[in-house]
């Protein structure tokens, strides 16, 4: 089956400026999640989706952080306006209801982002 | 949801098993253990998990302590593609992935 796309792989901003990031989760995958990945640190989860409603959104700096998932399948997350200290790589990941109490989470490559 | 310590590095031989420890003395009778690996410019990506027996699936072994505040990750036959930084959670089947720092494995020739 495919994986969990997402796009752009590498994106450079400016501070001020503002970005989005697409993920297309794998097929069928009702939950979905974006993690933010600072440099030399592991995942942190920054908004969960069940559907197209959210589930959590406790970690989302909601002051410049926006996600949608209109239609219960690809997701944008936005950030508007980007400061330094958002540079990172910005994964997304899904799981199927079936499996979701296992908890096991199928992650994209990422995008990593610099903010300059 | 129950923290975890891990090694901050560890080298392994190609060919040869690692043994990656994880402690996790706070963890609550219905939590799990999970393991994630993170390769070089990847995602996160699932390797097993446990929550009071053994397990094992073509990835890996997962090794609990009977008091269940310890366990270990063994990779039977190490390769240069196992080079990663592994992940030990401890959460609910519901509950959320809280990653640390991990563990970075280096297998070398």
Same mark, same amino acid.
């Given at each position: 089956?495919?994986?969990?796309?997402?796009?752009?792989?590498?994106?450079?901003?400016?501070?001020?400026?503002?970005?989005?990031?697409?993920?297309?989760?794998?097929?069928?995958?009702?939950?979905? *999640?974006?993690?933010?990945?600072?440099?030399?640190?592991?995942?942190?989860?920054l !908004? /969960?989706?069940?559907?197209? $409603?959210?589930?959590?959104?406790?970690q989302l700096p909601k002051d410049r952080f926006?996600?949608?998932?209109?239609?219960?399948?690809?997701?944008?997350?936005?950030i508007?306006?980007?400061?330094?200290?958002d540079?990172?790589? *910005?994964?997304?990941?899904?799981?199927?209801?079936?499996?979701?109490?296992?908890? !096991? /989470?199928?992650?994209?490559? $990422?995008?990593?982002?610099?903010?300059? | 949801?129950?923290?975890?310590?891990?090694?901050?590095?560890?080298?392994?031989?190609?060919?040869?098993?690692?043994?990656?420890?994880?402690?996790?003395?706070?963890?609550?009778?219905?939590?799990?253990?999970?393991?994630?690996?993170?390769?070089?410019?990847?995602?996160?990506?699932?390797?097993?998990?446990?929550?009071?027996?053994?397990?094992?699936?073509?990835?890996?072994?997962?090794?609990?302590?009977?008091?269940?505040?310890?366990?270990?990750?063994?990779?039977?036959?190490?390769?240069?593609?196992?080079?990663?930084?592994?992940?030990?959670?401890?959460?609910?089947?519901?509950?959320?992935?809280?990653?640390?720092?991990?563990?970075?494995?280096?297998?070398?020739?």
């Amino acid at each position: 089956e495919a994986g969990v796309a997402q796009s752009p792989r590498y994106k450079i901003i400016e501070k001020r400026q503002s970005v989005a990031f697409w993920c297309n989760p794998i097929s069928g995958h009702a939950t979905l *999640y974006w993690y933010q990945q600072i440099l030399g640190q592991g995942p942190k989860l920054l !908004i /969960q989706f069940q559907n197209n $409603g959210v589930v959590d959104d406790s970690q989302l700096p909601k002051d410049r952080f926006s996600a949608e998932r209109l239609k219960g399948v690809d997701s944008t997350l936005k950030i508007q306006p980007a400061k330094l200290e958002d540079s990172a790589v *910005y994964l997304c990941a899904s799981n199927s209801p079936d499996r979701s109490y296992k908890n !096991i /989470q199928y992650f994209g490559a $990422g995008t990593r982002l610099s903010v300059l | 949801d129950a923290k975890t310590t891990q090694p901050t590095s560890m080298d392994c031989a190609e060919g040869r098993a690692a043994n990656l420890p994880c402690n996790h003395s706070t963890i609550s009778g219905n939590e799990y253990v999970y393991w994630y690996r993170q390769i070089h410019s990847q995602g996160p990506q699932y390797i097993i998990h446990g929550l009071k027996n053994n397990e094992t699936n073509e990835m890996a072994s997962l090794i609990i302590t009977e008091d269940r505040k310890s366990s270990t990750l063994i990779l039977p036959h190490a390769t240069l593609r196992d080079t990663a930084v592994y992940y030990c959670i401890v959460t609910y089947s519901w509950g959320k992935l809280q990653f640390g720092a991990g563990t970075q494995v280096v297998v070398t020739p």
